[in-house]
């Protein structure tokens, strides 16, 4: 495990490209639990917010893309 994710981002990216399909399905359900557990114990949590802020942009931005190329 990183001690500090943000000095190893580039450590981190590479296991994420290191992933099988069904692995990776699982650390974003894994980190969807998590950050609205966090949410549900402290509803001003702003790391949480965030996290559910920038996962709703990305899933638009996708969900978009995707509709683009139909």
């Given amino acids: 495990m990183l001690r500090n994710p ?3 981002s580039g450590d981190l990216w590479e296991m994420l490209g290191d992933l099988a399909d069904d692995q990776a399905l699982q ?3 894994e980190l969807f ?3 609205e557990h966090h949410l549900q114990q402290n509803p001003q ?3 949480s ?3 559910f802020r920038h996962l ?3 899933l ?3 969900r978009s893309c ?3 190329r139909r």
Wanted: aromatic content about 8%.
């Fill in 66 to 68: 995707n509709v683009n």
């Fill in 56 to 58: 709703a942009a990305v």
């Fill in 49 to 51: 917010a965030s996290f």
């Fill in 45 to 47: 949590d702003p790391g």
């Fill in 27 to 29: 650390v974003l359900t």
């Fill in 6 to 8: 943000e000095q190893h």
């Fill in 60 to 62: 638009h931005q996708v």
């Fill in 33 to 35: 639990a998590r950050y």
